[in-house]
Structure formats: structure tokens, C-alpha cells
């Protein structure tokens, strides 16, 4: 009779560890590492592949398109829209920078990094629980030959798109 009383508290022991557990999995954040590389296809918009790892492995192609707000006049903000179609699903991100914080280092190329700046707006299949995750940390090459500038301003040298964005979401 005692060996069966210890087991039921073993048993009650385990499920209550188990549910502990599961709940701190829940609340835990969930990480996405999300790596692009591509080339500009025009003065807005580029693509290329992207690998993803965390709470979701996957790789597969990525197209973006850049616009300023405002279109007209000095603008204030730049805002890129990312979509990634890879093999366990698909997932929408944008990225809301201020111009400011752009970090150009030349005519149609920049450095930068903008924490918080990028959000996940929508996804599909393995990515669906990521929506509304919010970059902790972003780092951007861009070089843009395609970019206009001022006449006889030099052009960048390389077409080049590169990123890492980490995704948190609680």
C-alpha cells in the first residue's frame, strides 16, 4: 500500500513539474535569427535568399520594397517591406527607420543598426506564432547601384543587400 501512495506522489510530482515546465516554455521569449542576402532589382526594391534559425529552421527567397514617407520633399522615415517565402511557411516584416539613424556612408550605400525598428506583420505555417515579434537587434549593409544621385556624384560599386535581424517574441 505505501509503494502505491509513494508512486501516486511521484506521478503527481512529475505532472506538476511537467506543467511548471510547459508554462515556463510559454512565457519564455521565442528567438528568430533571420539572415538576408540579395541584390537590388531597381532603386526600390531587392531579392534574394534568406536562412532563418531559432524557434524556426528554414531557408528559401526574400523580396523587398523600399519606399520614404514623405514621397515628396526632405524625407523623415524609411520604410522596407520584407517578404521571406521559405519551405516550413512565410512571414511579412517592416522595417520603420528614421532617416537619421539610416547611417549612409556614401551615395546608395549604408550601415546601419536600428534595434526595434523591424516587426513581423504576418505569416504563415511554422511562422504563424512569430506575429508581432520585434527585432532586439539589426544589422544592414546596403549598396545600391542603382540608386540615383546628384549628377556626376559617384555611384556605389557593388549591388548588395546583406542582414541580420534577431526577432523576439514574447
Known sequence: M??????VI??????A???????????APRTLVVALDGRFT??????????????VTDSGSHRDVTR???RTGRPRKIVITVVCRG??????FVATVPVARAGFIGPGTSISSAP????????TGAYKPLVGAVSREDLSYTS?????????????TQNALRVIDVFTQR
Do not use: E, H, Y
Open 144 to 156: 545600391n547601384p542603382l540608386q540615383p544621385g546628384a549628377p556626376g556624384a559617384p555611384r556605389a
Open 87 to 92: 519551405k516550413r511557411g512565410s512571414f511579412t
Open 2 to 7: 505505501q509503494g502505491r501512495i509513494t508512486l
Open 68 to 70: 520614404v514617407v514623405p
Open 42 to 55: 531597381s532603386q526600390a526594391t531587392s531579392s534574394g535568399g534568406f536562412v532563418a534559425g531559432g524557434a
Open 116 to 123: 526595434g525598428a523591424d516587426r513581423i506583420v504576418s505569416a
Open 10 to 15: 511521484l506521478a503527481v510530482l512529475a505532472m
Open 17 to 27: 513539474l511537467v506543467g511548471s515546465s510547459s508554462a515556463a516554455r510559454r512565457a
